[in-house]
T-cell receptor, first 116, second 114 residues
């Protein structure tokens, strides 16, 4: 079984400041890792994912995350945030060891609150 | 192309009633999954269907059931509603639903049980 821990329920930050949203996971098998973003009253949008290869993955809007297997982490970072980045961010894992499902296990989410 | 569409967007039901939620996947996608998102928490997996067959089931009571139709759309049914069933119900579609395939989410159905 897998689990995801997002220790920070809310992260306040000023516009143009850097931010890091933390994600740790637990799993007895290999996993794929994802970050989803949820804007108010909307569904989830995939921000970025790690399946294999380079441990540093990047999104088109300036976010990046690094898979650290030894620390079982997949922290999300952005060097300079905008007001429009205000949203709920969810880290998720899925089983990469086999099977025919892309079932996602989500963390409890982190609200990124960007202030002017 | 249209994304994942869910209906209705909002719904209010009374305890003990039954509800049916609907989902139309992205064209060409054959797998549909359902998630429950209680306020303040992350989504929790309920079901996955692929080619009309159940491929996975989460830790939910038998009051929850689902099915997938030949056109790959899906319905989620919840019987004997409880106050705790109040949540945002999300549908996600993917091309074939196997490991690593990207899941695309709809905007959800907000269910309120009173």
């Amino acid at each position: 079984a897998q689990s995801v821990t997002q220790l920070d329920s809310q992260v306040p930050v000023f516009e143009e400041a850097p931010v890091e949203l933390r994600c740790n996971y637990s799993s007895s098998v290999s996993v794929y890792l994802f970050w989803y973003v949820q804007y108010p009253n909307q569904g989830l949008q995939l921000l970025l994912k790690y399946l294999s290869g380079s441990t540093l993955v990047k999104s088109i809007n300036g976010f990046e995350a690094e898979f650290n297997k030894s620390q079982t982490s997949f922290h999300l970072r952005k060097p300079s945030v905008h007001i429009s980045d205000t949203a709920e961010y969810f880290c998720a894992v899925s089983d990469a060891s086999g099977g025919a499902t892309n079932k996602l296990i989500f963390g409890t989410g982190t609200l990124l609150a960007v202030q002017p | 192309d249209a994304g994942v569409t869910q209906s209705p967007t909002h719904l209010i039901k009374t305890r003990g009633q039954q509800v049916t939620l609907r989902c139309s996947p992205i064209s060409g996608h054959k797998s549909v999954s359902w998630y429950q998102q209680v306020l303040g928490q992350g989504p929790q997996f309920i079901f996955q269907y692929y080619e009309k067959e159940e491929r996975g089931r989460g830790n939910f009571p038998d009051r929850f059931s689902a099915r997938q139709f030949p056109n790959y759309s899906s319905e989620l049914n919840v019987n004997a509603l409880l106050l705790g069933d109040s949540a945002l119900y999300l549908c996600a579609s993917s091309r074939w639903g196997g490991r690593g395939t990207e899941a695309f989410f709809g905007q959800g159905t907000r269910l309120t049980v009173v």
